[in-house]
Antibody, heavy 116, light 107 residues
């Protein structure tokens, strides 16, 4: 069935890096744009980054520009989010989602905690 | 940036009630608009996209409507499994933006 599974979260000190992965099954990510969305503890949803289906376009929320990079590996049917120079305020559950107008398929999320 | 404003923040209702949730966009988003439901400990679930179109598997008691920049999610008869937080989102412009959410709780 159509599914997304994130991994790569953890506890990291401010200024360090993490790379999140999102493995897709049941569909091919090369045919869809993809998103990363995060949710800080007890807060609402915040869009983070998107990649178009043809990788011609990349988008980032202002607070992560220059620090985060979205990418994908078609051979592994996997989406990535490279997060550098992490800040305390980046702590959140990070979800990947399929882009079909609305976000119709979501993963279960992976938790990132940035703390000294 | 388009600001999405949801109201009310919390709604206390009883099973069987008709529920109306509102979301206002700060500028025109056409029909590039979605509603999501999120239960504690779970990922969000798409309910409505294109302002009006129910996602696959979503019960018919959920419906979406729009008038200009005002969007409405109606639950015709609230079921116990519908107690959750509901978010609206626009995907007409970058950055994509979500509303702050409406929590539907048991009265």
């Amino acid at each position: 069935q159509v599914q997304l599974v994130e991994s790569g979260g953890g506890v990291v000190q401010p200024g360090r890096s993490l790379r999140l992965s999102c493995v897709a099954s049941g569909f091919t990510i090369s045919e869809y744009g993809m998103h990363w969305v995060r949710q800080a503890p007890g807060k609402g949803l915040e869009w983070v980054s998107s990649i178009s289906y043809d990788t011609d376009s990349y988008y980032y929320t202002d607070s992560v520009k220059g620090r985060f990079t979205i990418s994908r590996d078609i051979s592994k049917n996997t989406l990535f989010l490279q997060m550098n120079s992490l800040r305390v305020e980046d702590s959140a559950i990070y979800y990947c989602a399929r882009r079909t107008g609305g976000m119709d398929v979501w993963g279960q999320g992976t938790t990132v905690i940035v703390s000294s | 940036e388009i600001v999405m404003t949801q109201s009310p923040a919390t709604l206390s209702v009883s099973p069987g009630d008709r529920v109306t949730l509102s979301c206002r966009a700060s500028q025109n988003v056409n029909s590039n608009f979605a509603w999501f439901q999120q239960k504690p400990g779970q990922a969000p679930r798409l309910l409505i996209s294109g302002a009006f179109n129910r996602a696959t598997g979503i019960p018919a008691r959920f419906s979406g409507s729009a008038s200009g920049t005002e969007f409405t999610l109606t639950i015709s008869s609230l079921q116990s499994e519908d107690f959750a937080v509901y978010y609206c989102q626009q995907y007409n412009n970058w950055p994509l933006t979500f509303g702050g959410g409406t929590k539907v709780e048991i009265k």
